[in-house]
């Protein structure tokens, strides 16, 4: 297995958005994600390969209880400037929310895109790559240059169908799947990353690159 990561200490991670929160002067209405997403790849003996992911988030202004949870999407095709991905693909196998507070794993399909200042896109699929309900286990209160916020962990992964092209970074958006403290919304559209608008993306003015990506290095398979 290969791992690849920007940066892995949380806490430079959250000083570095402290300074861009404190430029802001705003609070988000999403989680963003932090520096030091990693990235482990795995080739299959059916010639598939699977990614996880694994990283951490900050929001701002929030508390652990005041909230039901964060969701998140992993835009599997790779960031770029198509509105649709290129190639585009189904991945047999990646995580996904088809329920509140259910991580599950099935074939994923193209369904979507967020348009990013600057001319890129984010491709989604139709659920959330992964949620993660408020607990004491799951978030955290912290305090960063005088502000206060929550963290937590997030994770998802996918399996590429084999010869497909693997995008070479990968980047999360978070999202505020909304309901309350120990309940999720009852709508249909807080599960659907196509049509819930607080998210990084959109509401927080998040543009993924840098160390909120993630690298991916795919070694060759040996020569035969």
């Keep these: 297995m290969i791992q690849a990561s920007f940066a892995s200490v949380l806490r430079a991670a959250l000083v570095g958005l402290a300074v861009a929160g404190a430029a802001s002067g705003a609070l988000a209405d999403a989680a963003n994600p932090l520096s030091g997403t990693t990235a482990t790849v795995k080739r299959n003996t059916d010639g598939t390969t699977t990614v996880s992911l694994q990283g951490n988030w900050w929001w701002a202004g929030q508390r652990c209880t005041g909230r039901y949870g964060v969701g998140w999407s992993v835009d599997w ?43 890129t896109y984010f491709h989604l699929g139709s659920y959330y790559s992964g949620e993660l309900a408020f607990s004491p ?48 919304s009852d709508k249909a559209a807080d599960l659907n990353p196509r049509t819930q608008k607080d998210n990084s993306i959109q509401t927080n003015t998040y543009a993924p690159g840098g160390g909120s990506c993630v690298t991916v290095v795919v070694t060759p398979p040996p020569v035969p």
């Design 77 to 119: 095709w790779g960031v770029s400037s198509s509105q649709t991905p290129v190639p585009n693909f189904t991945l047999p196998s990646a995580t996904q929310v088809k329920a509140h507070g259910v991580t599950t794993t099935g074939p994923v399909s193209f369904a979507g895109s967020i348009a990013i200042p600057g001319g």
């Design 137 to 184: 286990d799951t978030c955290s209160n912290a305090h960063m240059g005088g502000k206060s916020g929550i963290t937590g962990a997030w994770s998802a992964s996918a399996t590429y169908p084999a010869g497909a092209m693997i995008p070479p970074q990968l980047c999360v958006n978070m999202y505020d799947p909304h309901g309350r403290a120990g309940k999720p």
